[in-house]
């Protein structure tokens, strides 16, 4: 068994609205092994950000967590619950130095009238207690880490005028600055081209590896997780509904919601022209549906779908999918044969 460094148990988030309660994150459970890296793929409004804002004590103030824990396991020390403590304490003790966030717009993360330098030693400042020429020399030393060339001449520059490879690659050496366990990458590579892209996630890796950092993904781009993830955390509609190793994920996913996420990959070598994308809309939680959330979407959905939600059926000790076409009773299910063929090429 793999020590996990946070376990999410349970989470259960409403935000208030004019137009009443929604119910946006429903029992959720994600773990993150010390040292590796877990993705959290799903559409827009699945609930994604919403989980890991609850980790960092970034929610929004018409949030109302109705239950759950976010364990924060460090070595030699007892577990300590985050959801315990205020916003206040976990910005002192736990954001930036423990956890740190890298959001999905530079532009947005930086300030437009700070230089870079005084940006990445602010933290070090709060948090490390160092001297100015101390925290500078880290701060060149960080910057030379994430790639940036002439470090010492770019402390000086203002964020409008790097490039925005170069914009995310400073707010990975800000989110670094106080050597955290825990890394949060939030669409990291959303805003940038696809070489940028690359690069970036590389980068991700490489620093992984040298500072053993745990590192979470937020994404919808599935192959930014075939890329990073050792797990793979699918959600729908504020839920878990399917999880395990990125291989088991990729080539034998069982949620047909998951079908529909690999189906609607760009693929070079398909033969349809079109590309796929699941019919209809994730359902409004501000009316929680009844039964399987993804039933109205699910073309392979029963009787049961629309009267009780599915629990997760273990497929193998690292593998669940909360799906009913599990449950011994129901009718034989496969993959689509696209997606099958498509997958057999992922695997060649």
């Given at each position: 068994?793999?020590?996990?460094?946070?376990?999410?148990?349970?989470?259960?988030?409403?935000?208030?609205?004019?137009?009443?309660?929604?119910?946006?994150?429903?029992?959720?459970?994600?773990?993150?092994?010390?040292?590796?890296?877990?993705?959290?793929?799903?559409?827009?409004?699945?609930?994604?950000?919403?989980?890991?804002?609850?980790?960092?004590?970034?929610?929004?103030?018409?949030?109302?967590?109705?239950?759950?824990?976010?364990?924060?396991?460090?070595?030699?020390?007892?577990?300590?619950?985050?959801?315990?403590?205020?916003?206040?304490?976990?910005?002192?003790?736990?954001?930036?130095?423990?956890?740190?966030?890298?959001?999905?717009d530079p532009m947005t993360s930086l300030d437009p009238t700070m230089q870079i330098g005084e940006q990445i030693m602010e933290g070090m400042f709060l948090h490390k207690k160092i001297s100015k020429s101390d925290a500078r020399d880290k701060a060149i030393e960080l910057l030379n880490l994430v790639g940036i060339i002439d470090a010492e001449k770019r402390m000086k520059n203002y964020p409008h005028q790097l490039s925005g490879g170069m914009r995310q690659r400073v707010v990975i050496a800000i989110a670094l600055s106080c050597e955290p366990?825990?890394?949060?990458?939030?669409?990291?590579?959303?805003?940038?081209?696809?070489?940028?892209?690359?690069?970036?996630?590389?980068?991700?890796?490489?620093?992984?590896?040298?500072?053993?950092?745990?590192?979470?993904?937020?994404?919808?781009?599935?192959?930014?997780?075939?890329?990073?993830?050792?797990?793979?955390?699918?959600?729908?509609?504020?839920?878990?509904?399917?999880?395990?190793?990125?291989?088991?994920?990729?080539?034998?996913?069982?949620?047909?919601?998951?079908?529909?996420?690999?189906?609607?990959?760009?693929?070079?070598?398909?033969?349809?022209?079109?590309?796929?994308?699941?019919?209809?809309?994730?359902?409004?939680?501000?009316?929680?549906?009844?039964?399987?959330?993804?039933?109205?979407?699910?073309?392979?959905?029963?009787?049961?779908?629309?009267?009780?939600?599915?629990?997760?059926?273990?497929?193998?000790?690292?593998?669940?999918?909360?799906?009913?076409?599990?449950?011994?009773?129901?009718?034989?299910?496969?993959?689509?044969?696209?997606?099958?063929?498509?997958?057999?090429?992922?695997?060649?």
């Amino acid at each position: 068994m793999e020590k996990n460094i946070l376990s999410i148990k349970n989470l259960d988030i409403t935000f208030r609205t004019n137009a009443g309660n929604i119910h946006a994150i429903r029992g959720v459970n994600v773990d993150l092994p010390l040292g590796k890296t877990i993705a959290i793929v799903g559409e827009s409004g699945s609930g994604k950000s919403v989980t890991m804002k609850a980790v960092t004590g970034l929610l929004d103030d018409n949030s109302i967590i109705n239950s759950g824990s976010i364990f924060y396991n460090r070595a030699g020390e007892k577990p300590l619950d985050l959801l315990t403590l205020t916003k206040k304490e976990l910005r002192q003790k736990i954001n930036g130095q423990q956890i740190a966030m890298v959001f999905q717009d530079p532009m947005t993360s930086l300030d437009p009238t700070m230089q870079i330098g005084e940006q990445i030693m602010e933290g070090m400042f709060l948090h490390k207690k160092i001297s100015k020429s101390d925290a500078r020399d880290k701060a060149i030393e960080l910057l030379n880490l994430v790639g940036i060339i002439d470090a010492e001449k770019r402390m000086k520059n203002y964020p409008h005028q790097l490039s925005g490879g170069m914009r995310q690659r400073v707010v990975i050496a800000i989110a670094l600055s106080c050597e955290p366990e825990i890394l949060i990458c939030d669409e990291p590579t959303t805003a940038l081209d696809v070489t940028i892209q690359a690069r970036i996630l590389d980068l991700i890796k490489d620093i992984q590896s040298k500072m053993g950092l745990s590192v979470i993904y937020i994404t919808h781009d599935l192959g930014v997780v075939a890329k990073v993830a050792d797990y793979v955390n699918v959600m729908y509609a504020g839920k878990i509904i399917e999880y395990g190793t990125v291989d088991e994920i990729f080539y034998d996913p069982r949620h047909p919601y998951t079908w529909g996420l690999l189906s609607a990959m760009p693929d070079l070598e398909t033969d349809d022209d079109r590309l796929y994308s699941i019919p209809g809309s994730p359902p409004n939680l501000l009316h929680e549906p009844k039964g399987d959330a993804f039933a109205a979407r699910n073309k392979f959905a029963m009787k049961i779908d629309e009267k009780a939600e599915p629990p997760l059926f273990k497929i193998s000790d690292t593998h669940y999918a909360a799906t009913w076409l599990l449950h011994p009773d129901a009718p034989k299910v496969d993959m689509p044969k696209e997606l099958k063929l498509r997958l057999e090429r992922f695997g060649k």
